[in-house]
């Protein structure tokens, strides 16, 4: 099967001079096309850091890192930016536009490829919301939703383009377990209908049973 990520001998530091220090050590990785692959680990351990280097969020120094057929170790910021369209993401914080409804927030991922129709764009948007249970909230603000609700306006974001390649950075962390489950029951359906790969971190133990297969960092190092 193609392979979505390939890494070998990823390094990461952050700071300079007496203050530099070394996050992740000599990181490889392959994950398939499809797979779906959950990164466990202790705080600080440097998962987040390797997320936003695989999604194209920050500068990789070092080694090589290939996410979807590009090199992102060596690219320029107009490359990186490239491969971010390609990439749906979801945070550990949901990180929606206040003044937006969620329908605005929604369609605001599919205005940025600017490739289909607006009738066809609200059309999906409010599809997918729909699909993660919030059909009675289109036209609400952020402010009025539960935190809950937050994160699967964030969820419908990430998946309404039809990313191939779908990265999570605790998208469970605030949510009860029904709500939880149903957000990474979300991500399973998109993985298996469209064959996107899904890397997602988490330390919530309900939903490890999602994964094709479990990686745990520690102190920067892949097991
Ligand atoms: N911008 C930064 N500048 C300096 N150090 C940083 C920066 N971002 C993260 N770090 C440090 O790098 C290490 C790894 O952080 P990272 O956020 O990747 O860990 P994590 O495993 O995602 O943690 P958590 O589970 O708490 O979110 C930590 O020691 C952190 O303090």
Do not use: W
């Not at 000599?26 to 797979?35: I, S, Y």
């Not at 107009?78 to 971010?84: F, G, P, S």
């Not at 369209?85 to 914080?93: C, M, N, V």
């Not at 383009?161 to 399973?188: C, F, K, N, W």
């Amino acid at each position: 099967m193609a392979s979505a990520i390939t890494i070998q001998g990823l390094n990461h530091h952050f700071g300079r001079g007496a203050v530099r220090r070394q996050v992740l050590f000599d990181v490889a990785l392959e994950v398939a096309a499809g797979e779906i692959v959950l990164l466990t680990g202790p705080s600080g351990s440097g998962k987040t850091t390797l997320l936003t280097l695989i999604g194209g969020l920050r500068a990789a120094q070092g080694g090589s890192l290939i996410v979807l057929g590009r090199q992102l170790v060596g690219a320029s910021a107009l490359e990186l930016t490239l491969a971010r369209r390609e990439h749906g993401y979801i945070f550990q914080a949901h990180n929606l536009h206040r003044s937006l409804t969620a329908t605005q927030n929604v369609r605001m991922a599919l205005e940025m490829r600017g490739t289909l129709s607006a009738a066809e764009m609200e059309r999906r948007s409010r599809a997918l919301l729909e699909a993660v249970g919030l059909g009675d909230h289109l036209e609400v603000k952020p402010a009025q939703l539960s935190g809950g609700q937050k994160q699967r306006v964030a969820v419908a974001r990430a998946l309404v383009g039809e990313p191939p390649l779908l990265l999570a950075d605790e998208p469970t962390a605030a949510l009860d377990s029904r709500s939880g489950r149903e957000v990474v029951t979300l991500m399973q359906r998109l993985a298996l209908e469209h064959g996107c790969t899904i890397l997602l971190v988490t330390h919530d133990s309900r939903i490890l049973d999602i994964a094709d297969r479990t990686l745990s960092l520690e102190d920067g190092r892949l097991h």
